[in-house]
């Protein structure tokens, strides 16, 4: 094998395992919104995605939600800061919620407790305007 064509076998699985990386949204129901209200049990600010961990009522008691959102830079696009949210802090979070009813989802959009919107959506890695229309 000449050298141009091994760089260019290394250079095809490299793009091949890199598109492998990154998952599908296929497990979020995009058909389908959810409301919780809570409060926020944590806010991790990591790479490939933040998460919000927030913990609602429940039939039994506080039942814990995961909710994914964009990448750091996403959020940031998006007016987020690391310390946007804070431990104990009362939200109001819409969601599409996971496709198998675990209790889960990708974040669409939060409110405090007093209706002030927390920052602007971050949908597709797209960001969204105040107003709903994509920048």
Not at 41 to 49: A, G, L, M, S, V
């Amino acid at each position: 094998m000449t050298t141009p064509k091994a760089l260019l076998g290394v250079a095809a699985l490299l793009v091949a395992l890199q598109a492998t990386a990154h998952h599908s949204g296929a497990m979020f129901d995009d058909r389908k919104s959810l409301t919780l209200i809570g409060t926020v049990k944590t806010f991790q600010w990591t790479n490939p995605h933040c998460w919000i961990q927030v913990l609602a009522p429940g039939p039994q008691g506080p039942v814990e939600w995961s909710v994914e959102m964009g990448s750091p830079s996403q959020l940031i696009r998006g007016g987020w800061k690391p310390r946007s949210l804070k431990v104990g802090e009362s939200i109001r979070i819409t969601i599409h919620p996971m496709r198998d009813g675990s209790n889960g989802g990708l974040y669409m959009s939060a409110t405090r407790a007093d209706g002030t919107p927390i920052a602007v959506p971050v949908t597709n890695g797209s960001v969204a305007a105040a107003s709903g229309n994509p920048q």
